[in-house]
């Protein structure tokens, strides 16, 4: 009797959610998730042959939905680092309309249903590799790159450039030279474009303690390095023409973009150290984005407009 | 006998709560259209050859 009584039990204080489904959605970072999308859907249209289009849907929603998994676990375990940057303090998990431990179940249980989902349906092939690109995000960019190395969007890149990839795996059930070009397109464009935000956002990387570029190299190493993936990712972006894998039409509109890419950045590596406004950087940012859209948009329309000329032979 | 004790949502938890159910019912909802159609997709005709 007494040693029930004397027991205190401490309890957690009953906690009824005002979550949205807004807020789970917000989990899934829709703003990646597009990208992924039309980076998936790009490498699932350019490659050969033919596929059910009903299914080409479930997998392109297969990969969404383990897109947005791999941000759900992000934003469990980042939580911490989330709440004292400002771009990012309004997320569910830091503004605390979602536990970390609903964050991680929820991206628990969609990273296993896209997956299976993928394997069952389409290929597993493309399934491992949306597998493997979960477990990249989730564990060895968020867990381990990102709070330890400068280099950890380098490296981290490569979870954000398989979704072409998996598009073409599912597809076609293998991989192929095409489809590791367009994987190499997105990984040599990863470090420049989040170099050029992490050159004016510093202040918030540094506040959050995350070993960006810019404050552990300084912003003049930062913006070498820029230029120097800034010339990696013109010729690689051509490469498709070179090859003969694409006409003319992508050819030309590649090697604009690239020398716009490398132009934006030859203006970041001529920005001074005591540059506030940092102009050529948010330039670059910008450009970097409709860089990758149009020389996917480009590819892929390329395609296409072979495959329906292929038809009407 | 005493009344159960009992948890009061807010008007907001509640709300939240409708609308979290209704999300929850309609991507089960989803996930069944998108099994069905992919199973016929998949195997088409063939899904209906089985032994008897």
Redesign the interface.
Known sequence: MALIDDRCIDEAP?R??????GD?IALLKPRVMSLVVFTAVVGLVAAPGTM?P??AL?AI?AIAIGAGASGALNMWYDADIDKVMSRTAKRPVPAGRVTPGEALGFGLVLSVLSVM?LGV?VNWLSASLLAFTIFFYAVIYTMWLKRWTPQNIVIGGAAGSFPPMIGWAAATGNISLESVILFLIIFLWTPPHFWALALFKSGDYERAGIPMMPNVAGPASTRRQIFAYALLLAPVGVAPWLLGYTTLFYGVISLVLGAGFVWYSWKVLGMSDDDKTMVPAKKLFGFSLVYLFVIFAAYMGDRLVAWLGGMGA | MDKLETVDLTEQQKKARRLRSVAIGLALVALVIIFYVATLAKFGPAVLNRPM
């Not at chain 1, 009824?16 to 489904?21: I, R, Y």
């Open positions: 009953l009824m959610s005002e979550a949205t489904p789970y059910n009903l299914l479930i929603l989902t349906l």
